[in-house]
């Protein structure tokens, strides 16, 4: 019988040549290339099986962890129907990809920003479709879901913002990362205009967004329970690091929350917000960007992550270019495999072993169209 690290070392070399072969394919192509890869290779919105792998763990763990995958979309914008019917046809798409999965993903998680301008219909409409999935839903919040009203609407649809949960040997994490400090009241905005100000992320008066003190002590408090090597995913709606402060890319105490984080041994955090594919890594904290069914944001004039492997600049004229959904695919150590589903494109994958590697093993295929 071959060992567990025989068997590790055979399905990572599977991998990196599964991978290089993926660099030129149209959609077709992968699909065919997909439906033939070993079980042991996730699979990506194809109609053959992610077979789980598990590690023999030492003489202090009696159990092996199992590998599973989970579904994600994120920032669909919505207005109501009759206003814009684009951003509510891209959400149904992204629905329909994650319900044509086979099998289905463990669960879906939502990367925040529903509705447009937080209003009622618009949030009501977003839940009415997210019911359509087959798989167990998550949600995050985001900003445009918030501060209409603060956020009651969308807590009486999907419950409190802040939360953590275990599954299959994973503590996941998902904060509300999109506090601001008042800015609204000493201008006597309306409800309406506090929104629009915050939905603009450019216009220089509102605050940058922050976990704020009494979350980073839950978030203490939730984690002390845990020994150093447990595997964590973290869930923020912006990016828990400091990206590009004009477009509030940006998380104003990231380093106080990557500090609760830093005693453990690897940590893996995804965000929504910033509607393209991002990567970076700050020691022990993998941090992947997740992409948006809405429209795609173009990347920053700086700050964009060393280990980023950017995605093909959008055709303007093509208004899914850019955008998608995709998949997480959570490996017994806990670092994951982030699968990038774009609608219009070859899928990009961003392994863990690149990640693990600093970006010097199984690098994803630079844009035919760079940024810029």
Request: proline share 7%; glycine share 6%.
């Amino acid at each position: 019988m071959a060992t567990h690290k025989s068997v590790e070392t055979k399905y990572l070399e599977e991998r990196r040549q599964f991978f290089r072969g993926l660099r030129n394919l149209d959609r077709r192509s992968f699909l065919k290339v997909s439906a033939a890869a070993l079980g042991a290779t996730a699979g990506w919105a194809t109609p053959h099986s992610f077979t789980p792998v598990t590690v023999a763990q030492g003489a202090e763990g009696a159990t092996s962890q199992p590998a599973f995958r989970f579904a994600y979309i994120s920032d669909s914008h919505l207005y109501e129907r009759d206003v814009n019917d684009r951003f509510v046809r891209g959400l149904l798409r992204a629905v329909d990809d994650v319900n044509n999965l086979d099998p289905q993903p463990d669960f879906v998680f939502y990367g925040g920003d529903l509705a447009q301008l937080g209003q009622a219909k618009e949030l009501e409409l977003g839940a009415q479709i997210l019911k359509n999935l087959k798989a167990p839903l998550k949600i995050m919040v985001g900003e445009h879901d918030w501060y209409l009203d603060m956020g009651q609407k969308w807590q009486e649809l999907f419950g409190p913002p802040t939360y953590s949960f275990d599954h299959k040997g994973v503590h996941f994490v998902v904060l509300m990362s999109v506090l601001e400090r008042d800015f609204w009241t000493a201008r006597r905005m309306t409800a309406m205009e506090r929104m629009q100000t915050v939905a603009g992320l450019d216009n220089g008066w509102q605050n940058p967004f922050m976990v704020g003190p009494r979350q980073r002590q839950w978030l203490a408090d939730d984690l002390a329970k845990l020994p150093d090597d447990a595997r964590i995913i973290v869930f923020s709606h912006s990016p828990l690091y400091k990206l590009y402060k004009p477009w509030n890319f940006w998380t104003d105490d990231a380093e106080e929350v990557q500090a609760i984080l830093k005693r453990f041994k690897q940590v893996v955090v995804i965000h929504g917000h910033t509607h393209q594919l991002l990567t970076n890594r700050i020691g022990n904290i993998h941090f992947h960007g997740m992409l948006a069914t809405a429209w795609p944001w173009p990347y920053a004039p700086e700050g964009t992550p060393e280990l980023t492997i950017q995605m093909s600049r959008p055709d303007p004229f093509n208004p899914s270019d850019g955008c998608g959904d995709g998949e997480v695919h959570v490996h017994p150590d806990g670092l994951v495999d982030k699968v990038y589903s774009l609608w219009n494109r070859n899928p990009i994958t961003v392994t863990r072993t690149y990640m693990a590697s600093w970006g010097k093993q199984d690098v994803p295929p630079k844009p035919n169209r760079p940024a810029y």
